[in-house]
């Protein structure tokens, strides 16, 4: 698996997460239990992940759904 994006931003996080799972891109967000210990303050980002295989397409998805990966 590759690290798509690392974000604070749980708004970001859930739209790439649901623009992925519509075009059927099997992917896996990491660091959520830690986030949710750490309460609302949003220090610690959420990761998500895809398969080496699906990277490329991924970035070319959300890119073109308006979500810029080199901000998140």
Same mark, same amino acid.
């Given at each position: 698996m590759k690290e798509l994006m690392s974000t604070n931003d749980i708004t970001? &996080? +859930?739209?790439?997460? *649901? +623009?992925l799972n519509s075009n059927n891109i099997v992917n896996f967000a990491l660091d959520v239990n830690i986030s949710v210990l750490e309460g609302s303050i949003g220090i610690l980002p959420r990761r998500l992940m895809v398969m080496t295989h699906d990277y490329d397409r991924a970035v070319? =998805?959300? *890119? %073109? &759904?308006? =979500? %810029?990966?080199?901000? +998140?």
């Open positions: 970001k &996080f +859930v739209y790439a997460e *649901t +623009v070319k =998805l959300l *890119t %073109d &759904f308006g =979500l %810029d990966l080199k901000s +998140v």
